[in-house]
Nanobody
Framework: FQLQASGGGLVQAGGSLRLSCAAS????????IGWFRQAPGKEREGVSC????????NYADSVKGRFTISKDDAKNTVYLQMNSLKPEDTAVYYC?????????????????????WGKGTLVTVSS
């Protein structure tokens, strides 16, 4: 199984980036997919998650109205469109998969129980 994240980079404040997470090697239908991030010196936190089956979405309050999660079922890929980026969005972004990922995305439970993690992609927003 694999989660391949891409799309990170350096952008000025107010700019945009789109992250991609391509999943392979497991039954995509059984999982919720989403994005977490970890800034230096901080704990990993949920950013946005999406249910594969229902399409329901979950966003952290800090990104609502600026970030949009979407999925392409045919490509087994989840995207995170990030607009109006702020310096405080600077972090390593990780995609993850778990049957109940929205639970963890909302800040409940322990992230060590999440089934799959991809390698992170660094997003740096300059002021």
């Amino acid at each position: 199984f694999q989660l391949q994240a891409s799309g990170g980079g350096l952008v000025q404040a107010g700019g945009s980036l789109r992250l991609s997470c391509a999943a392979s090697g497991f039954t995509f239908d059984d999982y919720e997919i989403g994005w977490f991030r970890q800034a230096p010196g901080k704990e990993r936190e949920g950013v946005s998650c999406i249910s594969r089956s229902t399409g329901s979405t979950n966003y952290a309050d800090s990104v609502k109205g600026r970030f949009t999660i979407s999925k392409d079922d045919a490509k087994n890929t989840v995207y995170l469109q990030m607009n109006s980026l702020k310096p405080e969005d600077t972090a390593v972004y990780y995609c993850a998969a778990d049957p109940i990922l929205n639970y963890y995305c909302s800040g409940y439970g322990s992230l060590v129980r999440v089934d799959y993690w991809g390698k992170g992609t660094l997003v740096t927003v300059s002021s």
